[in-house]
């Protein structure tokens, strides 16, 4: 069963706290993503990455980062939580070989 | 520049009517088709996608190229075919899986 497992369901931070979202997968897929999902707006995303240590800007990075030091590991980083990050992250990854991605069950982050 | 429509935010039909989520899209160049679902407290998890040109759970979405658009229906809707969907596309090679979501749609299936 293939699995992509988020570190946390919920989380609750405060404002101008630092913030990891951790996300593994055990599929030794090469893509790997971040999206934030909100009402209304469908999912966004955030950054992604293509390999070990390389990254790309997503459509909505501001405000975040991301580290993949381990190919089966890609974790999302709020350097400085705000409330406007209030949201549920989600993490996925694939081949990129014309087959489909798996999401994880999400992280529901709550910034106070 | 590449772009996601759902025009409905919510769609509520009885069971055994038929279903019709719309879709349409924007991309500057060939882009890959995809529904995805979201069932309460489950993960997101794909559908179909329009190269496989199968039904899943009475599911079809034909891509109509001309229109842009990419439409899910069902004949026959049941009430476990109530959840979120999601359409969604993505470009090809490098760009495979990076995806493009529209804003949803929930499906409401009343007994």
């Known amino acids: 069963d293939v699995k992509v497992t988020q570190s946390s369901r919920y989380l609750v931070k405060r404002t101008g706290e630092k913030v990891f979202l951790e996300c593994v997968q055990d599929?030794?897929?090469?893509?790997m993503f971040w999206y934030r999902q909100d009402p209304g707006l469908g999912l966004r995303l955030i950054y992604f990455?293509?390999?070990?240590?390389?990254?790309e800007k997503g459509d909505i990075p501001e405000g975040y980062s991301v580290s993949r030091e381990k190919k089966e590991r890609f974790s999302l980083i709020l350097e400085s939580a705000s409330t406007n990050q209030t949201s549920m992250y989600l993490c996925?990854?694939?081949?990129?070989?014309?087959?489909?991605?798996?999401f994880g069950q999400g992280t529901r982050l709550t910034v106070v | 520049a590449q772009r996601v429509t759902q025009p409905e935010k919510l769609l509520s039909v009885f069971k055994g009517a038929p279903v019709e989520l719309k879709c349409n899209y924007s991309?500057?160049?060939?882009?890959?088709l995809f529904w995805y679902v979201q069932y309460s407290r489950q993960r997101l998890q794909l559908l179909l996608r329009?190269?496989s040109r199968e039904s899943i759970k009475g599911f079809t979405a034909d891509l109509n190229k001309g229109e842009t658009s990419f439409h899910l229906k069902k004949p026959f809707a049941q009430e476990e075919d109530s959840a979120m969907y999601y359409c969604?596309?993505?470009?090809?090679?490098?760009?495979?899986?990076?995806?493009?979501f529209g804003s949803g749609t929930k499906l409401n299936v009343k007994p």
């Open positions: 991309y500057s160049g060939s882009p890959e």
């Open positions: 599929m030794d897929h090469e893509n």
């Open positions: 329009h190269i």
């Open positions: 990455s293509y390999d070990v240590k390389m990254k």
């Open positions: 996925a990854s694939g081949t990129g070989q014309n087959t489909e991605a798996f």
């Open positions: 969604a596309l993505s470009g090809r090679g490098r760009n495979f899986n990076k995806f493009y």
